[in-house]
Each structure stands twice: as C-alpha cells, then as structure tokens.
C-alpha cells in the first residue's frame, strides 16, 4: 500500500474517533435532560397519587419504575431521606424534598413536592439550554480536535 493511502485511512480513523467523543459529550447532556423530565413526570404521578388515592407514601413510591428502591429502603425501616438515595436520582433538593415527605401532613408533603417540581422544572431549562450551547460546542470541538490531528499527519 502506498503512504498516502495509509495516511488516509489514518485521518478517517482520527475524524471517526473525534467525531465520536464530540457525539459522547452531546449524548451525556441529553440524557440529562430526559434523566431530569423523567423525575418531573415522575414527581406528577407521586402528587396525584397522595392526593387523590390517600396512598402511603411507601405504596405510592412502589407503583412508580423510578421511585421504586426507596420502597424497598422504606419497607426495611430507612428514612426517606436514605431510601431515596436508593434510586440512583442526581439533583439539588433531593435531601430536602425527601426530609419532608412523611413528616408532615398531606398538605404540607404536597407542597413539598410541588416545590421540588419547581426547583426540578429550573433544572430542566438549564438542562435544555446546556444542550443547546454545549451539545454544538461539543460536536465542533470534536471535529476540530480532529482536523488538528490530521494536518500533523499529513
């Protein structure tokens, strides 16, 4: 084979690879943002549960796929505090969210959860416009990085 034609397989292999970590970095803000409108979606459900049903809080957590291992932590005697860590959830509140729930009465967990949602909403739009700037940023400088990889080849 010519160098030139190994030079060129090269560069393609380099500008696969850049181009990859760029999608990597991308995809890893998307998941946020559905990680994140999964728990509002989730948070919704648990408030109408409380509200309309008159559920405990460990059978209303049961009936959800997200909130499901803080049953579990529940059903073995934890506080919500620790059985929620259980659930793998990563955002700000998540320790005072759970404080309250079980701790007051229905009104106050209800506005409890609402207050959550909220701070989960602001964190969705952050979310969103993270993606927004840095999905793009992302996909340049994966490209670019790649680009600079190749010129020192050829």
Partial sequence: MSPFILK?????????AALTLGLAGRKRLADRVEELERLRWELGRLRARMASC???????????????????????????ERALLRCGIDTDGLTLFAAGLGAETLDGQLRNV?????????????????????????????????AAVCVMLF
């Fill in 8 to 16: 060129l397989a090269g560069t393609v292999m380099v500008m696969a």
């Fill in 54 to 80: 008159g559920m405990s809080l460990e059978d209303c957590f049961d009936q959800s796929l997200l909130f499901a291992p803080a049953a579990e932590g529940l059903r073995v005697g934890e506080p919500p």
């Fill in 114 to 146: 609402d207050l959550f949602d909220g701070s989960v909403a602001e964190a969705v739009s952050v979310a969103r416009d993270e993606l927004a700037k840095k999905g793009r940023l992302y996909l340049g400088l994966g490209v670019l990085g790649g």
